[in-house]
């Protein structure tokens, strides 16, 4: 029983920790590109340390921490001590609570300032490509060439496939500017398909191996497609619906984060 407490308490203090450097990484890289000091949104009053990971309102200006930093610490201790408890059988608990972390960066990133940045792709390719060879190595009697073949096919497919997409999400909307033009209405520069989408489903194809990028892809537009729907139902019940909102923009990214949430923990 002691012992269960303190492993408890061991994977609060950690998810806790990973809160901060979510946050943070999200505080920062968005707006400098790189590790800077964090500053108030505010009043860009660079933050003391302490302050900054004491969770402090501003000593400048008196602003009070933003709500997404509340939510983060909180869900990510919450998601530690849950699957500390019950690990995901893929992954195991070090590079669960590593694969947690990337997932919580990407979603708060991209959730607000839908943006999928080059250097977070790049560091989740890494990750990536480890979790797929450990996963696929285990599902084919150790055999770590299989098991990094299979993630490396994964990751091309994942790609491949959300490139091929992006191409004809761009020819639509060539297609549409120039129906827009010659109705006299000006270009509203709308894509249907972000390009750090293509990234992130080559990072997750890494991580799912070939086996399971194509569910993940499949579940991640199923499910944004029926998001997307509901929105567009309310849209026109509230007769709110106008012809610019059936080509709104899809953030894909967090549904195939989501999707690969599920298969790798649940
Ligand atoms: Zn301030």
């Given amino acids: 029983m002691g012992i269960m407490v ?6 609060i203090i950690l998810g806790w920790f990973a809160g ?7 505080d920062v890289l968005p707006f400098t590109r790189r590790f ?15 302050n900054y990971l004491t969770l402090r309102p501003c000593r400048q200006c008196g602003k009070k921490r933003s709500l997404r930093t509340w939510l983060v610490q909180i869900l990510t201790v919450a998601a530690f001590a849950y699957f500390w408890l019950f690990p995901s059988k893929a992954l195991g608990i070090p590079l669960g609570m590593l694969v947690l972390i990337y997932f919580g960066i990407i979603t708060v990133i991209d959730l607000e300032h839908r943006l999928i940045l080059h250097p977070t792709s790049l560091a989740g390719a890494v990750l990536g490509l480890v979790v797929g060879t450990y996963i696929h190595s285990r599902l084919n009697g150790n055999e770590i060439l299989i098991g990094l073949g299979k993630s490396l ?12 997409l992006y191409q004809l ?13 010659t109705a006299g209405q000006a270009d509203d520069q709308e894509e249907a398909l972000g390009g750090g ?16 990028i194509g569910i993940a892809l499949a579940y991640g537009v199923i499910l944004g497609g029926l998001v997307s729907l509901l929105f567009l139902t309310v849209l026109l019940v509230r007769r709110r619906y106008s012809n610019a909102a059936l080509m709104t923009f899809i953030p894909y990214g ?9 298969l790798l923990f649940l």
């Fill in 6 to 11: 303190a492993t408890v308490l061991i994977s």
């Fill in 169 to 181: 999400g761009g020819l639509v909307a060539r297609y549409r500017a120039r129906r827009l033009q």
């Fill in 197 to 212: 989408d293509v990234y992130l489903a080559g990072v997750l194809g890494l991580m799912l191996g070939l086996d399971f």
């Fill in 36 to 50: 800077s000091r964090a500053a108030c949104p505010e009043c860009q009053t660079p933050f003391p340390l302490a």
């Fill in 153 to 164: 096919l994964g990751g091309v497919v994942g790609f491949g496939v959300m490139f091929l």
């Fill in 254 to 262: 967090p549904y195939f984060i989501l999707s690969a949430f599920y």
């Fill in 20 to 26: 901060l450097f979510i946050n943070y990484v999200a």
